[in-house]
Every structure is written in C-alpha cells, then in structure tokens.
C-alpha cells in the first residue's frame, strides 16, 4: 500500500538547492554554512523517504528520541574523535568564522547532523531490503573472545594518542575502529542490539545497511564540502595524490567503519537510559531505534 510523503520532504531537496547555490555562488555569509544547510535539508528528505517506505521515521515517529538523544549524542562523539585528531591532524579546517559564538553555533549545528545523516540514511538502505538476503552461518562469540576483542579496541583507541605525532598520522585507522572492536562485546554481553548479536543468527543485513551508508554520506560529505567557504581538509597519509575531492581514497575508507562506530557508541550511551532500549524503539533489526 503506498504511504503518504511527509510535506518536511518536500521542503528538503530545497534546502539542499538553496545551500549549493549560495555556495557556487559564493553568497556569503550562507557559502560558509553549506554543510549545516544541506545536511539538514538531506536529513528531511531521507527521513520522509523513510517514513513513505518504511511507513516509519525518527522525525515522524520518535522525536524525542532524535531531539533528546541522536542529536546530543552525536555532537558527543564527534568531539571525542576532534579531541584525538589534536594530536593525529589527519584533518583541518579552513574559513572559520572569527566569532566564537558563530564558530560554537556551526559546530554544533553541523556536528549534530552525523549521526541522523547515517542512521537514517542506513535504515533507508535497510527497509529498501537491499541486504537482505546476505547472510553466513552463525557464529558462536564466546566471553574470550569478547574480551579479546574489547582489549584489542582499547589498545587501538590508546595506541595512536600514546605514539609521537609523526608516527600518529599513520594510525588513524586504528581510531575508525577501535571504539568498534572496544565497545561491540559490552554491547553484545548487554543484551542491546549489535553486529555480534547478529552474526550469532547468521544475519549481515545491520552491517552491510550501515556501511553502506557510512559511505553514501561520505560521498555528499565531500561533494557538498569541496566548494564551501568553510570546509575541512583531510591530509592523512596514505593515497594523498587519489582523492575524492578533499578526501585522500584511503580514509574515504574509512566512512563505512565510521558509521559502525557511531552505532555502537549509540547503543553503549543507551545502555545508561531505559536499558538500552528507546520508549519507540523498533525490534533490534532496525539500525538504531
């Protein structure tokens, strides 16, 4: 049966055209807010998308949860890979505005929009059934493992901050999965939905849904940065001369373990909140809530 599409959707692709007009346009001060503007016009679309296939969306049907949680937590932990790229600089930024209280603003708008722009665009992938039919025998994830595996995740999260900075730069795959492989176990050992949990039942479906929108919004992260007056530069090593606009091709890889992690540091923050489970929550095959 069709469903109706919400009218916020309608508004979103105009949002988008807006931010990339002003900014090939070079209209300021609207060309240095590109990524705010058209993230927040893609998270409209996607999600009334969403909710027209799905006949379910976080801004339709769980708004205290995206405004309470997934917006907050995914300022969060955005700051917490910032505070480790001090030390890395596989990043930076250029065009800042000279106001803090600008500069603050366009953080955390901008940086609020991570975690909705790949969890919804993943359970679109999800609900579009693209991945459903991948799966591989179950697995048996025992408490040795487990634990392996988190101590493993510890040491790739310490390991690049403890190295001297001209040996850091090189590690920054280890941080695009160390909170993965740190966290995942807790999760699993918790009951809260996870990969692990999954691979149990034989199931990929979760996995592959967030990779691949890991690297679908990678691919707009990039194409929407690449003319903007305030915008990052990647300079991680590795493929610096095979780039994707701004992105060497080597931590381009890096999107689809990116949305892993902000996965699984969703579900480790939920563990703190109603056991892990959101008050709308669907069954643990969805993506996030």
């Not at 305030?230 to 780039?243: G, I, M, N, Q």
């Amino acid at each position: 049966m069709a469903r109706r599409f919400p009218l916020h959707g309608v508004a979103g692709p105009l949002i988008v055209a807006a931010g990339l007009g002003t900014t090939y346009a070079h209209i300021a001060p609207f060309d240095g807010w590109t990524t705010p503007i058209c993230w927040w016009g893609y998270i409209l679309f996607a999600d009334a998308l969403l909710k027209a296939v799905a006949g379910r969306s976080p801004l339709c049907d769980a708004r205290r949860e995206f405004f309470l949680a997934w917006l907050p937590l995914s300022v969060v932990f955005w700051l917490v890979f910032e505070v480790i790229n001090l030390h890395l600089e596989n990043w930076y930024y250029t065009g800042l505005p000279k106001s803090f209280a600008e500069l603050a603003l366009g953080g955390v708008v901008s940086f609020a929009t991570i975690l909705p722009g790949m969890f919804i665009t993943s359970e679109l992938i999800r609900s579009l059934g693209v991945f459903r039919r991948f799966r591989l025998p179950p697995i048996r994830v025992g408490g040795a493992a487990g634990v392996t595996m988190a101590l493993a995740g510890l040491a790739m999260i310490m390991v690049p901050v403890l190295l001297p900075r001209e040996w850091a730069r090189y590690c920054f795959a280890f941080v695009w999965m160390g909170f993965f492989f740190a966290l995942e176990p807790v999760n699993f050992a918790s009951g809260a939905p996870s990969i692990l949990g999954d691979l149990t039942r034989g199931k990929l479906e979760r996995f592959l849904s967030l990779m691949a929108g890991g690297y679908v919004c990678g691919l707009l992260w990039e194409l929407w940065n690449w003319e903007a007056a305030c915008k990052w530069v990647y300079c991680a090593p590795f493929t610096e001369d095979l780039r994707y606009f701004e992105m060497p091709l080597a931590g381009f890889l890096g999107f689809g373990p990116f949305a892993l992690e902000y996965f699984v540091l969703y579900r480790f923050a939920r563990l703190f909140v109603e056991d892990g489970r959101g008050p709308e929550e669907t069954p643990s095959e969805a993506i996030a809530w």
